[in-house]
């Protein structure tokens, strides 16, 4: 009969004390987790990227559902636990589930701490310590407007960047004269301070708040020297203090966190606790890589080893805020009998310092660089005599014994118990040891079996060279399909990191996403400049010679170098004088070919590039505007004749497919978007095989989409039934922008839905109305700047250059 | 050789491309994102697609008709595609640029 083991709270510590329990005694007991939180364990790490927008939350899901049916394990979410019986061994939990125990982990973790401050309960203040708060914060982002955030400390920067990616204005109020001063010198904490001001977040130090205030929620913050500051959140991020409440009222020791000896057992022999909640020799702990530790004593303890104890060690400090590198560790203070080298280099914002005792490096400062940030903290982990290498010792790694500039040779020449992943302690033996042993090939599989870079990730450039080194060309980094050759990243990526990182041209995406070419090529180029249109529609200035032949010159190029052209017919209606200015057109030109499309439209073929302009001014004179023929964005809106004339119409369908189209033209997509508006479900303008459908029934308009009839055929999905023309272009537009800000370049509609799933667009576009509200008022922001007719702006002279040779040169009568 | 003027600099976008039209056939003018200049026969090795109508990424334009992709430099394809486009001498002279006739009447030949 196996051991009762209940775990109260279920964040990264006691899931990782799990996952070694399960390997050392399997079975061996029944496990019964209590979680606050109504989820699953995640990486609270990686919280910071979630705000930026850079991650989703269910890339830093830790242990799925899945894990805790296949181990066998019972999670109550959203149980908190509120009593401890200590006699009775069972707890209890606020849903009233009593669960009897004979070992129990207490996990509780943290709780931020509140500054007591008049105002600090009013609606709008947060913390920064779950995915709830992050969600809030995101949340409180949308409306774009001014945050404060208390503390500028590691939590407190990282919050303001995530605001700040998420558009909001920030501002760090820090008491203490220079950012981060615990792991920091002043001369970091000011280039980090310069850095944080160059992304738009304002800093002020020495700021003492006094009080928030507002009218029944939060309004401005007030500080002591008198300023006030608006706000409509604030982040407070000043520390975090043990929970270990539930432990007292159990009548366990208690100090400033649960009081545990070096095997991390309480008072209370069947009662461990362990992660920010426990006390060891006096400390308490809050980076994961103690906490990491604490759970494979706990593990070892729970298994059986007595032996298995808890040693204090330094952890290195790192800030993930993308852009910032930031490293720190260790005892950095001056002193009599320190040393101190320094480097400095202002124009690459490049400052490192080593702290020096009895020839030892006992702290170390990496600030715009930290590559070598392991080596050191190798050398003062192993207390290495540096005098030999002092007169370079800070250039790093690379520059001892004559060692080439390259960054392989470097890690090659690391020694096997050199620490690669400081949050999880794994050295650089074990990882090359799993690869060789399990044949591991890629980083999810190093990942699974080692931890290393499982965590924060900041090791992850580290682990692959280990890779390259130990098994070369067999390792295959791209779990993802890059975008081209130019780059390692996917679609999705580039898109995120266009977005957290505000990046708004496409020399700025490709510096500072490394592209590996000069300026792309014709594959990354077209999408980058999509992404930023879609993105940025009123910083952006369009980079027409990013943009395909056919969307640079508005028209159609056909294979032997002339062009079409096709004139909007809004929803494929026409009359008289304007088929008489089409046939005026055709004749004048010469135009060799008429057609008419599927899509309802007039194709003009074999039109000369230099007779464009003039074919387009005597079709503007006529009132016809581009029919975007030619464009990765919204082409058509094919209709029938609907109430006005067929017996079987139930609403007015062509006059829908013209409101449609007259709202949406000009808008860019990631690939073509052809629409139709059938009258009745007898479906005469075919919009079942259509991007977006739309079949008019007598209680509404059926709304469709994802169809194709093209190299796949497929018919549409439904989306839903409105009953009012207005609940239609309200939501057709909002599924619209979202493939938009969603679909990769070049996707069309089917096959984004495909990989987002019906459902979940459903929800967005169906069901959230706040979400489809958002979506639809986007696309209206965008339209100011993308309704302009492409083609009176060239009769008007734009580009003129495409559209007339540069010379004519060697005929008889121009020779020079 | 005999160099003919055909315009200058400016008129050319830089990532961009113009066309000459000789008694041979049209002749592309590229201008490179760093201002290099190149002149090839504006006539894809593929299926003769006019490439001054390309992208021009590096120094190389992809075809607008089927991505084909022509070095500036050699008028070879890159990549696994096989062919090769005459190129044609360029000068620059401060702002003004010219092409070398001599080598279109000796094609001709």
């Known amino acids: ?816 | 050789m005999n160099w003919v003027s055909i315009g200058s600099l400016s008129d050319i976008p830089r990532r961009g491309a113009r066309c000459v039209d000789t008694p041979e056939g049209k002749v592309a003018v590229f201008r490179t994102a760093d201002d290099q200049v190149y002149a090839i026969d504006d006539h894809c090795p593929h299926k003769g697609g006019p490439l001054s109508q390309g992208i021009v990424h590096g120094t190389a334009v992809t075809c607008p008709l089927h991505n084909w992709v022509i070095s500036l430099e050699t008028g070879k394809a890159l990549g696994a595609d096989e062919g090769a486009v005459r190129t044609i001498p360029v000068r620059v002279e401060g702002e003004r640029l010219f092409i070398a006739l001599e080598a279109l009447a000796s094609r001709a030949a």
């Open chain 1, 1 to 816: 009969m196996s051991e009762k083991l209940v775990i109260i709270g279920n964040g990264m510590a006691p899931g990782r004390m799990l996952e070694h329990l399960l390997e050392q005694a399997p079975g061996r007991y029944t496990v019964t987790i209590f979680n606050a939180e109504p989820r699953v364990n995640y990486d609270r790490i990686m919280l910071s990227p979630v705000l930026s927008g850079e991650k989703a939350y269910e890339e830093i899901i830790i242990h799925g559902d899945g894990w805790y049916i296949a181990n066998n394990i019972t999670l109550y979410k959203g149980h908190k636990i509120i009593a401890i019986d200590r006699t009775a061994k069972t707890v209890t939990s606020d849903h009233g589930v009593t669960e009897p125990y004979d070992k129990l982990v207490i996990a509780t973790g943290s709780v931020p701490f509140i500054i007591p401050v008049p105002g600090h309960d009013l609606p709008g203040v947060l913390t920064y310590r779950d995915l709830d708060d992050v969600q809030a914060m995101m949340l409180a982002a949308q409306s774009r407007a001014k945050a404060v955030v208390i503390g500028g400390g590691l939590l407190g920067l990282e919050a303001a960047a995530g605001l700040n990616a998420q558009g909001m204005d920030v501002t760090v109020l820090h008491v203490m004269p220079t950012l981060m001063e615990r792991q920091l010198d002043p001369a970091a904490g000011y280039l980090l301070q310069r850095a944080v001001e160059q992304r738009g977040i304002k800093v002020i130090t020495k700021a003492n708040t006094k009080a928030i205030t507002g009218n029944g929620k939060v309004g401005q913050v007030e500080l002591a020297d008198g300023t006030v500051i608006p706000a409509t959140l604030v982040v407070m991020a000043v520390g975090i203090r043990p929970n270990s409440a539930l432990a007292k009222e159990a009548g366990i020791a208690v100090n400033r966190g649960i009081v545990v000896d070096a095997g991390m057992r309480s008072n209370d022999p069947d009662i461990y606790a362990l992660g920010e909640c426990a006390e060891v020799n006096g400390q308490v702990y809050g980076l994961v890589a103690p906490l990491y530790e604490m759970a494979r004593v706990t593990a070892q303890q729970l298994a059986g080893n007595e032996k298995a104890a808890f040693v204090h060690m330094d952890t290195p400090t790192k800030l993930k805020v993308t852009g910032i590198d930031l490293f720190s560790l260790g005892d950095f203070a001056e002193g009599e009998d320190r040393q101190e080298i320094v480097l400095r280099d202002a124009a690459a914002g490049v400052y490192k310092r080593l702290v020096l005792k009895d020839d030892r490096i006992i702290g170390t400062v990496l600030y715009g660089e930290t590559a070598d940030g392991a080596w050191f903290n190798d050398l003062k982990k192993k207390q290495t005599d540096i005098s030999p290498m002092r007169d370079t010792l800070i250039f790093g790694q690379s520059y001892q014994g004559g060692a080439p500039l390259d960054p392989m040779a470097a890690v090659a020449a690391l020694p096997d118990d050199a620490e690669i992943c400081g949050c999880n302690g794994v050295c650089k033996g074990k990882i090359t040891g799993a690869i060789t042993a399990k044949g591991l090939t890629s980083l999810d599989d190093v990942r699974a079996h080692t931890k290393a870079s499982a965590s924060c990730g900041s090791c992850t450039g580290l682990v692959e060279k280990l890779m390259v080194l130990t098994i070369g060309d067999k390792y295959n980094p791209a779990a993802v399909q890059p975008m081209c050759g130019c780059t390692t990243l996917g679609h999705d990526e580039v898109r995120r990191l266009i977005m957290a990182k505000r990046l708004k041209t496409i020399p700025a995406v490709m510096q500072e996403l490394e592209w590996t070419t000069s300026c792309g090529c014709a594959k990354c180029r077209p999408a980058l400049n999509y992404y930023l249109v879609c993105d940025w529609p009123d910083d952006y200035a369009d980079d027409y010679q990013s943009r395909f032949i056919n969307e640079r010159v508005h028209a159609n190029i056909q294979k032997d170098g002339t062009y079409s052209v096709v004139p909007r017919m809004w929803g494929g209606v026409t009359n008289a004088t304007e088929l008489r200015a089409i046939a005026d057109v055709v004749d004048k030109f010469e135009i060799p070919m008429v057609k008419v499309t599927g899509g309802q439209r007039i194709d003009m073929l074999g039109i000369r590039k230099e007779d464009l302009p003039a074919v387009w001014a005597d079709l503007g004179q006529a009132g016809f505007v581009s029919g975007h023929a030619y464009a990765k964005g919204l082409r058509t809106v094919k209709t029938c004749v609907g109430s006005d004339w067929c017996r079987f119409g139930t609403q007015d369908s062509t006059g829908l497919g013209i409101r449609i189209e007259k709202f949406m033209w000009g808008s860019w997509t990631p690939a073509k978007v052809k629409m139709a508006v059938s009258g009745c479900p007898r479906n005469c303008a075919e919009a079942t095989c259509k991007d977006v459908g739309v079949i008019c029934v007598d209680s509404g308009y059926e709304i469709h989409f994802a169809g194709a009839a093209g190299l796949d055929i497929k018919g549409t999905e439904v989306l839903g039934l409105v009953r009012t023309e207005d609940e239609a272009l309200e939501h057709i537009v909002a599924l619209t922008q979202m493939y938009r800000e969603q679909g990769r370049y070049l996707e069309r509609i089917y096959k984004w839905a495909k990989r987002i799933g019906i459902p979940e667009i459903k929800r967005q576009i169906m069901d959230d109305d706040a979400k489809r509200k958002a979506y639809f008022d986007r696309f209206v922001f965008s339209q100011k700047f993308a309704q302009v007719d492409p083609w009176s702006e060239r009769v008007s002279g734009k580009d003129k250059h495409e559209f007339r040779p540069m010379a004519s040169v060697g005929f008889a009568q121009a020779a020079e």
